[in-house]
């Protein structure tokens, strides 16, 4: 059974800064993109930052410059690295792995609320 998760979260004020981190466990044969996922109220879910195993990043348009993303590949684990954050950023973040366990599939974290304060 594999399982990711997560720590870091919680309340910060518009400013501050947050690190995230997110550890895989269980049968894992490999893994491929990491990335978090953030869900605001009556939004849709989206990507914050993804990670490929090689290296590769990406970030949503709304963070780029304020969000790092990185990768322990040893540990099975990806951080998150938010600085300035916003009052905007508030919303359930997620994170997410496609890896080979019993099956080749996407997994979740269970989600931890980010709340900024103005």
């Known amino acids: 059974q594999v399982q990711l998760v997560e720590s870091g979260g919680g309340l910060v004020q518009a400013g501050g800064s947050l690190r995230r981190s997110c550890a895989a466990s269980?049968?894992?044969?490999?893994?491929?993109?990491m990335g978090w996922y953030r869900q605001a109220p009556g939004k849709q879910r989206e990507l914050v930052a993804g990670?490929?195993?090689?290296?590769?990043?990406k970030h949503a348009d709304s963070v780029k410059g304020r969000v790092t993303i990185a990768r322990d590949n040893a540990k099975n684990t990806v951080y998150l690295q938010m600085n300035s954050l916003k009052p905007e950023d508030t919303a359930v973040y997620y994170c997410?792995?496609?890896?080979?366990?019993?099956?080749?599939?996407?997994?979740w974290g269970q989600g931890t609320q980010v709340t900024v304060s103005s």
């Open positions: 997410n792995a496609n890896l080979a366990g019993l099956t080749w599939r996407d997994f």
């Open positions: 269980g049968t894992i044969f490999s893994i491929n993109a």
């Open positions: 990670i490929t195993r090689g290296g590769s990043t």
